[in-house]
């Protein structure tokens, strides 16, 4: 899946009647659909570092928009198998070195295709062979994790860790309590969390950390009032939402904060109706797809968390998601209800 | 530009074009080929794991048209370590790199590598306000400036005072406030309770109010201070008053003011109807897009014991 963007733009800015308010289904699964034909753009290859983590983007906000079949399943398949290492970690892209941001897009996907079973087939031993090698990031003094082997921290590996393991049912590979206890060093003094200790208040990272505590069955070290107040304040006067105080707002933070808030319970201390409608109009109504903000070239990442945001929100007629997993509600139930899973 | 298939240099190397499963007919823009040309050169090189100058050469090539790719950098550090090549001159490309590619954050993981192995911070500090000055805010660099304070114990060495540099230059820039506190701060978790760094903490943070009293990084400044040091809101009364005052509601030159009397009220534990007056106004007049967390905040005054 590329992230090539455009050629659309996002909003309506030209001078046609206003069209009414809504969500153009059928143009954003054409737009996804249409991503992967366009080779012939250099853009196509010179985001192929981020091909993984395209199409879990991609495949999501299709089943978001309840069009899960929209993409051929077994070239997705062969896809994600072909960018898996002998270390079990996957690369973005076959050739690409393993690291942790695609390695959970990869498991995120089997997960999605309900395709563990097919990994086994393939890959003897796979799911365990991935296991290891998410475990072996962690540092064992801190808790943290590195992106890959040259150490790079950052919650959002942490994150991603908890993430991809419990989906594989091997928690227990880690240590949990160091991870808490490495988000916990990570707050800062105004409630929130930046992506290593004493760093600035990101809602990116706050969602990662949150997350994570989620997955951790952690929630109760959060001072939630305190953050939800931080997060809400994110909100600005056009229903838009920033990453950071005196930030300009953009459509995927519709994502990263309307998520935390959810996971802590305080959804509703921002205007609903107002992000909703401001990320329709970042819509491009045409080409489908949705930009960062109206009147911006359209790509598949912001479309995918605007989507996302839409559909936390319940917007009417889309799919759930589940705010810890950023992937539908009813997979992850069939993941994490499954009896056998810590088998 | 390179064209590596009519290059001396590298005609035993047998390029390893991408293979993404389909038939695709490549594009015949001129761009496209030189990237996907020097992208199958490396895939080569890095298939026997070459070492070499013109590995490097090549990486710098790639990255010069797309700095992103990680796995190019991962190569390029391997290499420069495996030649012994020179670090400084490392350094000095990347400089311009990095200005040219502001968003890029591979490059500062990359940058941290070669400056922990060099062992010296000389020039970084420079480097890093020639990076600020085309993007005040950029997340990395400052995630980055603050290793390099820890690695180098540079906390005395001009921290605060080009933090504070950069705050005259913007009020509202948070990540400047943030490392204000990381420098204040960081070093060591006894620093709040002395008086008299927190006086002039106290001092600077309501200066930075009255230039923009609706700006939220002091606010929440000066929360995490009142916080850290324990002190109650009431220490705050008069100052907030300045701002706002239920006398003149029409007449609120900060929400956050607003926001602070009311947990002074609250604390004061007698005066519950003017907590949720000022509630009221956030909720009704001066926040109305957050009425709900307003609203509960108002919840709480009815709960015995609890102060938001
Ligand atoms: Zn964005």
């Known amino acids: 899946m590329s992230l090539v963007s455009g050629p659309g733009r996002g909003g309506m800015t030209d001078a046609r009647l206003p069209r009414e308010l809504r969500l153009f289904v059928d143009k954003h699964v054409s737009y996804i659909q249409s991503l992967d034909t366009r080779k012939d753009e250099l853009e196509y290859w010179l985001t192929e570092h981020l091909r993984m983590n395209g199409l879990y983007w991609g495949l999501t906000a299709l089943h978001l928009l309840g069009h899960p079949d929209a993409l051929p399943r077994n070239e997705m398949l062969d896809f994600v198998l072909s960018c898996m290492h002998e270390s079990g970690g996957f690369g973005a892209a076959p050739g690409h070195d393993a690291h942790m941001l695609y390695t959970v897009s990869s498991v995120q996907i089997l997960a999605t295709l309900d395709a563990f079973d097919d990994l086994e087939e393939r890959v003897k031993g796979g799911r365990q062979k991935i296991g290891h090698y998410i475990a072996s990031l962690q540092n064992p003094a801190t808790g943290t994790f590195a992106g890959d082997e040259w150490g790079e921290t950052d919650t959002r590996f942490l994150y991603c860790a908890l993430n991809a393991l419990s989906l594989l049912g091997l928690l227990g590979l880690i240590d949990v309590d160091k991870a808490v206890e490495y988000i916990q060093s990570c707050q800062n003094f105004d409630g929130g969390y930046g992506n290593r200790p004493e760093a600035e208040s990101h809602s990116g990272q706050i969602f990662t950390c949150l997350a994570a505590l989620s997955i951790a069955g952690r929630l109760d070290v959060v001072e939630s009032d305190r953050l939800g107040a931080w997060l809400s304040e994110r909100q600005l006067k056009n229903g838009g939402l920033n990453g950071r105080p005196e930030k300009k707002e953009d459509v995927c933070y519709s994502w990263w904060v309307a998520s935390s808030l959810a996971m802590i319970g305080k959804l509703h201390w921002i205007d609903g109706d107002r992000l909703a409608s401001f990320i329709l109009n970042c819509q491009d109504p045409d080409g489908g797809g949705i930009a960062d903000r109206p009147g911006d070239m359209v790509d598949v990442f912001h479309t995918f968390f605007g989507l996302a945001g839409l559909s936390l929100l319940k917007y009417p007629g889309m799919v759930e998601i589940d705010p810890v997993y950023c992937m539908p509600l009813a997979i992850t139930k069939r993941i994490l209800e499954k009896p056998d899973v810590n088998s | ?308």
């Open chain 2, 1 to 308: 530009m390179t064209q590596y298939s009519e290059d001396e240099a590298w005609t035993d190397v047998e390029p390893l074009p991408q293979d993404d499963g389909g038939a695709h007919p490549l594009a015949a823009i001129a761009y496209t080929d030189e990237y996907n040309e020097a992208m199958s050169y490396l895939r080569a090189i890095m298939a026997k794991n070459e070492m070499s100058e013109r590995a490097l050469d090549l990486t710098e090539h790639i990255i010069s048209m797309n700095p992103a790719h990680y796995t190019v950098w991962l190569y390029r550090a391997k290499a420069l370590f495996a030649i012994n090549a020179s670090l400084h001159e490392e350094i000095a490309w990347l400089n311009p790199t990095a200005l040219k590619h502001l968003k890029n954050y591979q490059i500062w993981h990359h940058r941290q590598t070669i400056v922990d192995k060099l062992d010296s911070a000389e020039g970084e500090i420079a480097f890093i306000s020639r990076m600020f000055e085309a993007d005040a805010k950029n997340y990395h660099v400052w995630s980055y400036r603050q290793w390099l304070v820890r690695r180098f114990d540079l906390w005395d060495k001009g921290e605060l005072e080009s933090t504070e540099e950069m705050l005259k230059t913007d009020i509202r820039n948070n990540s400047a406030w943030n490392h204000r506190w990381f420098v204040v701060f960081g070093r060591d978790d006894k620093v709040i309770e002395d008086q008299q760094i927190l006086n002039r903490e106290i001092d600077y943070v309501k200066a930075a109010i009255y230039m923009a009293p609706q700006n939220q990084s002091p606010w929440n400044y000066l929360r995490g201070l009142l916080r850290c040091a324990k002190l109650p809101a009431s220490t705050m009364k008069d100052f907030a008053l300045e701002f706002a005052s239920l006398d003149k509601p029409d007449e609120v030159y900060s929400s956050h003011a607003l926001d602070l009397l009311a947990d002074v009220y609250v604390e004061e534990g007698n005066a519950k109807e003017q907590a949720a007056e000022a509630l009221d106004l956030l909720a009704k007049k001066y926040d109305p897009i957050r009425a709900n967390y307003w609203n509960y905040r108002k919840s709480l005054l009815d709960q015995p014991n609890v102060v938001a």
